[in-house]
């Protein structure tokens, strides 16, 4: 009777032994389950955040775009497209350097055509019918090419062949005209296209 009473008794404590050992196995499988659902959370919510500053950043832009197009006194010469703002000048010629000059006063470049879909809507414009205007591409001495302002190298496949073929042959100051890329000297005056980048909207410039 003795030994069997113990056989119980220790039946009994193995049984709660047992049942601790279960419920420690669920608990770190549970937690081991939280811990794997951790990279997962954090991708998500990192993604999230990541939509909500280019959302952010659209709204920023759609917001100077509004603003430009109600206070700006030459609206006919100001155009967006992409995060971009552009500058007409069409009642105004200057060389290509004081075409330069002019649009850093603006805070902004000569443009540089960066894709065939900029360069379409370059060409777009409802401009007058004999206009040229200067870009931002121009012939480096030093580096015997051709330069975008910022010191990049122009992509051959923005150019048709002919159009390759005047700037492989020639020397001086690029400019546009009816959607093609011509060279001439850069003391030339005629009109030009100034860039800026879009810059988002910083909230104490709303008040």
Known sequence: LQISNEINSDSEK???????IHQQQ???SQQ??????????EQFLKSQISNLLKRQG?????????????????????????????????????????????CIDK????????SLE??????SQPLPMFSFFWLGLSWDPSGRSWLWEDGSIPSPSLFSTKELAQINGSRGCAYFQKGNIYISCCSAEISWICE????????????
């Open 118 to 123: 900029e360069k379409d809507f370059l060409k």
């Open 14 to 20: 193995l049984s709660q032994l047992q049942k601790i």
């Open 26 to 28: 669920d608990n770190l």
């Open 58 to 102: 659209q709204m920023a832009i759609k917001l100077c775009q509004e603003l430009i197009s109600h206070i700006s006194d030459h609206r006919c010469n100001l155009q967006w497209y992409q995060n971009s703002c552009y500058y007409f000048t069409t009642n105004e010629e200057k060389t290509w350097t004081n075409s330069r000059k002019n």
């Open 196 to 207: 800026k980048t879009a810059a988002l909207v910083k909230i104490e410039d709303l008040d």
């Open 32 to 41: 081991l389950g939280n811990d794997n659902n951790f990279p997962v959370e």
């Open 107 to 114: 805070n902004s470049t000569l443009v540089k055509i960066d």
